[in-house]
């Protein structure tokens, strides 16, 4: 009898799933659930081309043209899973009840909210879905002064963005550097200047105390230095939390993300879970991961095996973001004792990369993808490297990669 595949989640680790899913069992009944109304569709342009007007979120559905329905799957739009019931083996719906041989959670992450600016307050915008971007972008249109709360990759890219327009641009963040989690000090100061050389101003070190809605509609913000910023629009960008509320309330193991193997498979066997939602274990301990590309990789996993399949994930991670014309991309593990070798590159390019037991276990890049693909296959082949070669840009690592691993 044909299997039912169930996937509860619209981003990308459901959408490779359902997909792998129905590729490896054409005979099985694969569902897609997702609460939002329209066809999955890929959220990195939302903080970019979509606020700069040069594209919708519909031109990129995540499956591609045609959507999930010309891969066979059935998508169930703005419907939200309720309730998994492990019992029954049925994923409850505000659509209905779906039986399920076996079910794929991909719920991804939800967005941390700052009580002084809570969702829903007239002028404060979070950004997640194409909604939210629809609105800053419509915010953004008679906005003179943004203010932008967290340095982080949404907030610098919204930043980013506003800049561009011409609009004048605050960004408020608690810690003492912009991008603190994603990258080094000397790579984030060449990323500040740039933002400043837009025009953009700073309080770093800096967190909001008090929030007051002034007669004209505009939002007045004391902050713990003593400043004071008066803002037409303001956008929160202080990060995600994984979206495990349905899995905790199933028994699943949740530890602050869904608990997976290697397979993706959960503390129950049918029961699979893949991207930002999930917690697993790597060499670096057990970690999540917010990225477009594993959520992808990871998604892939999870379908494949919901099908039958016995694969394990291991991609080495990278995530990128667009500010300006810097194009900034992390491959690989970060790793505070790693040996750091940077390799001196022309114009507004920069490599940061970093040595671990004598192979690359990161690499740090801007505006430099070419360099990034072939340092990529060199920690995926876990090539062993000479620091002094890495930084010497005569050296190609085309030819590294000629030696064995
Ligand atoms: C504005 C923005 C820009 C980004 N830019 C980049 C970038 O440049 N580079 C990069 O690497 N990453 C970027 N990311 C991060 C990347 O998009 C995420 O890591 C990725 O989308 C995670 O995929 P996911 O499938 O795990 O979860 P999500 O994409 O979060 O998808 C989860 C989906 O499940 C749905 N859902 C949740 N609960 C239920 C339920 N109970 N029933 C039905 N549906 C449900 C949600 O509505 C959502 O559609 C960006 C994210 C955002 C928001």
């Known amino acids: 009898m044909a299997r039912n595949i169930v996937v509860i989640g619209g981003g990308p680790a459901a959408v490779f799933a359902a997909i792998e899913a129905k590729k490896r069992d054409a005979t099985a009944n694969v569902t897609l659930v997702t609460e939002e109304a329209c066809e999955p569709y890929e959220k990195p342009p939302l903080s970019k081309a979509v606020l700069l007007g040069k594209a919708n979120p519909e031109d990129a559905p995540i499956a591609g043209p045609g959507g999930l329905a010309k891969h066979g ?7 939200r899973c309720t309730l998994i019931d492990r019992a ?58 943004l203010v932008v709360i967290g340095a982080g990759l949404i907030g610098l890219e919204v930043a980013a963005s ?15 550097r912009i991008m603190a989690r994603a990258c080094d000090e000397e790579t984030g100061e060449l990323i500040l200047a740039e933002h400043r050389h837009h025009g953009v101003d700073f309080d770093l070190g800096a ?68 991207g930002d939602v999930t917690r697993f274990s790597t060499p670096q301990g057990t970690v999540r991961l917010e990225n477009w590309r594993h959520a992808q990789d990871h998604g892939a996993v999870a379908g494949r095996n919901a ?79 000479d620091a002094e070669a890495l930084a010497d840009p005569a050296k190609p690592f085309n030819a590294m990669l000629k030696a064995k691993a």
């Open 73 to 79: 799957i059935a998508v169930r739009l703005g419907t």
């Open 88 to 145: 029954a083996r049925q994923a409850v719906t505000t659509g209905g009840a779906l039986p399920y041989d076996a079910l794929v959670i991909a719920t991804g992450s939800l967005m941390r909210e700052l009580p002084l600016l809570p969702m829903g307050m007239p002028r404060v915008h979070y950004l997640r879905t194409e909604a939210h971007a629809r609105a800053i972008k419509a915010g953004l249109a008679g906005c003179k002064h």
């Open 162 to 176: 506003a800049a561009g327009q011409g609009i004048e641009v605050t960004v408020i963040e608690f810690a003492p």
């Open 207 to 274: 967190s909001v105390t008090q929030v007051t809605e002034q007669l004209d509609g505009s939002i007045a913000l004391e902050t713990s230095d003593g400043e004071l910023y008066v803002a037409d629009v303001v956008v929160v960008g202080t990060g995600v939390k994984p979206d495990d509320a349905l899995a905790l309330a199933a028994g699943l193991d949740v530890q602050d993300g869904i608990v997976v193997d290697a397979q993706c498979r959960t503390s129950d066997p049918d029961i699979f879970a893949a």
């Open 307 to 385: 099908a039958g399949t016995s694969d394990s994930y291991n991609a080495v991670p990278s995530y990128w973001t667009e500010q300006y014309d810097l194009y900034i991309q992390g491959v690989g593990w970060p790793d505070p004792s790693a040996q750091k070798v940077r390799r001196p590159l022309p114009d507004k390019r920069a490599l940061l990369l970093e040595i671990k037991d004598g192979v690359i276990s990161y690499a740090l890049g801007i505006n430099a993808q070419r360099d990034l693909a072939a340092v990529r296959r060199l920690i995926e082949r876990g090539i062993p490297v």
